[in-house]
Antibody, heavy 118, light 109 residues
C-alpha cells in the first residue's frame, strides 16, 4: 500500500522559500509507471495543481502556469522522496499543501498547512 | 486564461440521482483531457473517485460513474446515500499541466 508523508515548516516569512518533502513508502520515486504531484488548496484559490515529476528513462518536470518560474520539484532517489521548493512566497501562497501519486492521483498525503506571514 | 467550471452547488434527495458536470473554457471536454473526479469531506484530503473519464478505483462505490456528456465531463451518482454529502472536484489535463474545477458542494437532503 502506497503511503505519502509530508514534512516541512508550517510557517514561512514573505519573500523566503517554502520547502516541503514528501516521503514515499510502498513505491519508488524512480518507478517507470508513477508520477509524483504537488497540489495545494486555499479558500481563495481552491485546489491548484502545482507540478509533478516522473522518471521515463530520464526525469521529467512539469509545472503549473500559476507558479512557473518560482517552483522546483526534485526527486531524491537515495531517500525515496520528492521535494517542493517555492520561491519568493507571499501571503497568497498560504495553503494546505498535498503530495499525490499518479496521473490518476490515486494516493494522497494527509496535507500540511503552510502559512506565509512575518 | 483557462477556466474549469463546475456547478457551485447541487441538492439531491437520498436515493435520488444527480449529475455533476465539468466544463472547459477551451471547448468540449474529450477523453484527451483525462478527466478525474475527487470527493472531499471537511478536514480531509481529496479522495480519488474516477480517473480518465470513467475508470473507478478499487474503493469507488458502484453508484458513482463517470462519462462525457454534452461536451463536458460528468459524474453521476445513482442511489445517493447521506454519506455522499461532500465537495466534488474535477481535474482536467491540458498538455503538460492539470487544472481543477472550482468544486460542487453536494447536499443530500
Amino acid at each position: 500500500q502506497v503511503q505519502l508523508q509530508l514534512s516541512g515548516p508550517g510557517l514561512v516569512k514573505p519573500s523566503q522559500t517554502l520547502s516541503l518533502t514528501c516521503a514515499i513508502s510502498g513505491d519508488s520515486v524512480s518507478s517507470n509507471s508513477a508520477c509524483w504531484n504537488w497540489i495545494r488548496q486555499s479558500p481563495s484559490r481552491g485546489l491548484e495543481w502545482l507540478g509533478r515529476t516522473y522518471y521515463r528513462s530520464k526525469w521529467v518536470y512539469e509545472y503549473g502556469v500559476s507558479v512557473k518560474g518560482r517552483i522546483t520539484i526534485n526527486p531524491d532517489t537515495s531517500k525515496n522522496q520528492f521535494s517542493l521548493q517555492l520561491n519568493s512566497v507571499t501571503p497568497e501562497d498560504t495553503a494546505v499543501y498535498y503530495c499525490a501519486r499518479g496521473a490518476d492521483f490515486q494516493h494522497w498525503g494527509p496535507g500540511t498547512l503552510v502559512t506565509v506571514s512575518s | 486564461q483557462t477556466v474549469v467550471t463546475q456547478e457551485p452547488s447541487l441538492t439531491v434527495s437520498p436515493g435520488g440521482t444527480v449529475t455533476l458536470t465539468c466544463a472547459s473554457s477551451t471547448g468540449a471536454v474529450t477523453s484527451g483531457y483525462y478527466p478525474n473526479w475527487f470527493q472531499q469531506k471537511p478536514g480531509q484530503a481529496p479522495r480519488a473517485l474516477i480517473y480518465f473519464t470513467s475508470n473507478k478505483h478499487s474503493w469507488t462505490p458502484a453508484r458513482f460513474s463517470g462519462s462525457l456528456l454534452g461536451g463536458k465531463a460528468a459524474l453521476t451518482l445513482s442511489g445517493v446515500q447521506p454519506e455522499d454529502e461532500a465537495e466534488y472536484y474535477c481535474l482536467l489535463y491540458y498538455g503538460g499541466g492539470w487544472m481543477f474545477g472550482g468544486g460542487t458542494k453536494l447536499t443530500v437532503l
